[in-house]
């Protein structure tokens, strides 16, 4: 894939390349590829070939089955594995599709079972588990 601009994993890959477009493969495990569909019954586990996500993606952060990434009008949108709510949306579920978390975000970074992220006004959002102070 030429042009590639970001690159992260951890049982799948997300590659943002330099047109804006992010691509996933590998593990859809949770929905952790962001994809739209979860691997149940017969359906596809184990994506070999890269897989568009999404268009005009300026940033990408993923660590284990979660993935987020900031569009290029500063929105924030996450997905997968959401079992201790580091998605941001509210809910406990997982999410196979991106989902749109907050506006206005400049940076963001995925963890162990949490993530933060910046907003343009300089505050810091925190959201997921707090089992040893993640959330500060």
Known sequence: MEGVVSFTA???YMVLKADGTLWSWGSNDRGRM?????PE??????YYA?????????AVSSFHAVTAAIKTDGSLWMWGDNRLGQLGNGTLTDSAAPVKVMDGVVSVSV?????????????LWTWGANHYGHLG
């Not at 962001?34 to 979860?38: K, R, T, Y």
């Not at 019954?41 to 184990?46: A, F, K, L, P």
């Not at 890269?50 to 300026?58: E, G, H, L």
């Open 10 to 12: 951890e049982e799948h």
């Open 50 to 58: 890269p897989q568009k996500v999404m268009d005009n993606v300026a």
């Open 41 to 46: 019954g017969t359906e596809v586990y184990y």
């Open 34 to 38: 962001g994809i739209g569909v979860f």
């Open 111 to 123: 963890g162990a079972w949490m993530t933060a992220a910046v907003k343009a006004d300089g505050t």
